[in-house]
Structures are given as C-alpha cells and as structure tokens.
C-alpha cells in the first residue's frame, strides 16, 4: 500500500461514512501521508467490517447500522474532544462525510460551516 507524501498542511482528519460509503472512504484514506492522525466512523452492519488502509494514527471505529444516528453521534463526540475552542494557526483539520450519513450529519455539517466561518 503505498501513501501519497506530505503535500498540504492538514494534521487531523475525521471520516464518517456508511457502508454504502465504503469504496470513497478507501480511496480518501489511500491519499492520507503515513504522519497524520485522525478517526473513522463508519455505519455498516457487521458483515461489512473489514480492515481499511488507514495511516499508523488513523483508526477506525465500526458502528451497528440500527435506528440510532450513531455516526452523527460519535462525529459529534470527537469534534467535541478535539476541535479548540478558538482555532490554532499551527493545525489543519478536515473532515470528510460520506453521501449515506443520516440528515443529523448534514447539520452538523452546517453549523460547522457557519461555526468555522465557511458560509
């Protein structure tokens, strides 16, 4: 497996996404450099857990696919943990939602915006 070298300034990365959603997330994590670190959350039922190519500090968790928005939920959790208060100049964060995620996501995803001056 073999990793793109460290073009942009990105330190963290967030991947939240369904199985539907697997195939892109693949590929987002094949373009990641080997030094960043970061969180996958991915909604499937168990007989989609697989290994995916994630960098050394990239890890992934495996969510039940239930009626509960638990992507939203634990994507709602880590940006709690690791997103300051007030930005730091010195990190670059991305964050990538897949198509399948619940419509929670897509709000999150707007207040995101609005909260880190995007819109």
Do not use: N
């Amino acid at each position: 497996m073999r990793r793109r070298p460290r073009k942009s300034s990105i330190d963290q990365v967030l991947i939240a996404g369904t199985a539907t959603d697997l195939p892109a997330i693949r590929q987002v994590l094949l373009m990641l450099p080997d030094d960043i670190y970061g969180q996958v959350y991915v909604e499937a039922p168990e007989a989609a857990w697989t290994t995916l190519p994630c960098p050394p500090r990239v890890t992934v968790a495996w969510l039940p696919m239930d009626d509960q928005p638990r992507a939203a939920t634990a994507t709602t959790a880590w940006l709690a943990e690791w997103m300051p208060e007030e930005p730091q100049s010195d990190r670059e964060f991305s964050l990538w939602v897949g198509a399948g995620i619940s419509g929670q996501i897509g709000t999150l995803c707007h207040r995101l915006d609005i909260e880190l001056g995007v819109l």
